[in-house]
């Protein structure tokens, strides 16, 4: 359970006493200064007061999967919250741009939070496993009584045992037959499960969910994508020459660019660093389209 929860904590960039240190997300409070850029999870709810061509997916709280624009700019209260362009929402992600905001809320009070808790509220449905055992301690209770009941009544009535010493005997007896070891065996054996799990990047918040995993057939998502990281990985370069290969994944800027397993610098390649600008000019012009705010001939890419 440890190495799940190392897996899911991630640090923050924050500033104190006016200087920019590294703090895991569940040190950041409110009234911290929190800055962030291309591949940062927000770790808070923040109100932006720098901003730098900053784009922001928050498909995780609006459904939308297209980055959001956001700005200095004040919003009315009243706002709807994907129209919130001066606010950066913890647990989004930053796709492209810089920004600096001071944290309004953490934790619950953040609005993944306030989702959370709507979820946390709602009646938990019980796994197949969890129901097996209930009706098995519900069977195993009531031999459990009957038997006890036997004995009491054929000692008392048939040996002619004192009632107290028949008493101690069915009480004695009734302890003696509750499996006091199968909680313990079912624990140990589900974290057994996670533990196996947890090698293979999947992260199981709940012990029982590993058997119901177990008996799954279909899973269903919806069109934001909601069970993958919506993280697209470059994983290899076609050039005139040579293909290459590229390693890391998602946003961490860690990785090589390789060529039949042997790792070739950056700099020695120097088509494929134009390609890198003209990708990043391409995706510039996108989203400056869809915002309206247009390029100068100036800056636009020449096609190749």
């Known amino acids: 359970m440890e190495s799940i929860r190392n897996m899911l904590t991630f640090q923050s960039s924050v500033i104190r006493n006016s200087t920019r240190v590294t703090l895991p997300v569940e040190e950041v409070v409110p009234g911290d200064v929190v800055l962030v850029e291309s591949g940062d999870k927000i770790p808070a709810d923040l109100r932006l007061f720098r901003v730098k061509n900053l784009f922001v997916d928050e498909s995780m709280l609006t459904g939308e999967s297209v980055p959001v624009e956001k700005s200095e700019t004040v919003t009315a209260p009243d706002t709807v919250l994907a129209e919130r362009t001066c606010l950066a929402f913890a647990g ?6 810089q920004a600096s905001g001071v944290v309004v809320a953490t934790g619950s009070k953040t609005q993944i939070g306030r989702i959370s808790q709507m ?33 009491f009544f054929f000692g008392v009535f048939v040996r002619h045992y004192s009632v107290k010493n028949m008493f101690l005997a069915a009480v004695g007896l009734s302890v003696a ?30 012990l029982p969910a590993v058997e119901t995993l177990g008996s799954v057939t279909v899973i269903c998502s919806d069109k934001t994508g909601t069970l993958t990281r919506n993280e697209m990985t470059v994983t290899s370069v076609v050039l005139d020459s040579q293909v290459l290969s590229v390693t890391g994944t998602g946003y961490t800027p860690q990785g090589q660019i ?15 660093q134009e ?8 995706t510039t012009l996108r989203f400056s389209r869809r915002t309206n705010t247009g390029l100068s001939a100036a800056t636009q890419p020449k096609a190749r």
């Open 258 to 272: 390789q060529q039949d397993g042997r790792a070739i610098p950056p700099r020695d390649l120097p088509l494929l």
């Open 119 to 151: 979820v946390r509220d709602i009646e938990q449905i019980q796994t197949p496993l969890l129901l097996k055992l209930s009706q098995l301690g519900r069977q195993l209770t009531a031999a459990i009584l009957i038997v006890a009941a036997f004995v």
């Open 92 to 97: 989004a992600l930053v796709t492209s741009g």
């Open 275 to 282: 390609i890198a600008k003209q990708v990043f000019y391409a």
């Open 177 to 206: 037959a509750i499996p006091e070891g199968l909680p313990a065996i079912i624990t140990i054996t589900l974290a057994i499960g996670v533990k196996r799990m947890a090698r293979r990047n999947a992260i199981i918040r709940r």
